[in-house]
T-cell receptor, first 108, second 114 residues
Framework: EDQVTQSPEALRLQEGESSSLNCSYT??????LFWYRQDPGKGPEFLFT???AGEEKEKERLKATLTKKESFLHITAPKPEDSATYLC?????????FGTGTSLTVIP | DAGVTQSPTHLIKTRGQQVTLRCSPK?????VSWYQQALGQGPQFIFQ???????QRGNFPDRFSGHQFPNYSSELNVNALLLGDSALYLC?????????????FGQGTRLTVV
């Protein structure tokens, strides 16, 4: 069964304390892995797309990596404005599956 | 560029009623996908429209239907509303008719069924 699992469910960091979020997946025929940021009551905001194992992408304090079974979203020296829910989604060509997200809180 | 716009932003309906939600895609996009997001959950794929036809569908009953217009805007219709249909409904637009290109989301419509 196709599945996307994100961990941890919630993460509290001190400002400047780097960490990583995990997205593991079991899908047939991965066509792309997507990371989104979602603020409360708003739609998801696109961050990255990764298409093949070994691929990496960076944007400001965020860096996304992809292996054959999982993806990591690394947050370097986070700031309070990075607080949000981070969603991972996998596309298989027929379906687009989201994980339940990691709720990140960065404390000043 | 206004991005993806959805209307209305909030809606309250009674069980058994019907509802129509609307979405205008980002300029230059030709594909619209709809998602249901329950509180504390990730978005669940409902269906995708391209060239005015339903191209992909998730695991949702026939009570959920849609339409895409020649200008690429789209509607989501839900009949015989249930309490469990209460959720944030998200519209995402993309291009090339492929499920796996970058999708940009609207702010969503918060539907409450009482």
């Amino acid at each position: 069964e196709d599945q996307v699992t994100q961990s941890p469910e919630a993460l509290r960091l001190q400002e400047g304390e780097s960490s990583s979020l995990n997205c593991s997946y079991t899908v047939s025929g991965l066509r792309g892995l997507f990371w989104y940021r979602q603020d409360p009551g708003k739609g998801p905001e696109f961050l990255f797309t990764l298409y093949s194992a070994g691929e990496e992408k960076e944007k400001e304090r965020l860096k996304a990596t992809l292996t054959k079974k999982e993806s990591f979203l690394h947050i370097t020296a986070p700031k309070p404005e990075d607080s949000a829910t981070y969603l991972c989604a996998v596309g298989t060509g027929n379906q687009f599956y989201f994980g339940t997200g990691t709720s990140l809180t960065v404390i000043p | 560029d206004a991005g993806v716009t959805q209307s209305p932003t909030h809606l309250i309906k009674t069980r058994g009623q019907q509802v129509t939600l609307r979405c205008s895609p980002k300029s230059g996009h030709d594909t619209v996908s709809w998602y249901q997001q329950a509180l504390g959950q990730g978005p669940q794929f409902i269906f995708q429209y391209y060239e005015e036809e339903e191209r992909q569908r998730g695991n949702f009953p026939d009570r959920f239907s849609g339409h895409q217009f020649p200008n690429y805007s789209s509607e989501l219709n839900v009949n015989a509303l249930l309490l469990g249909d209460s959720a944030l409904y998200l519209c995402a637009s993309s291009w090339e008719g492929q499920l796996n290109t970058e999708a940009f989301f609207g702010q969503g419509t918060r539907l409450t069924v009482v």
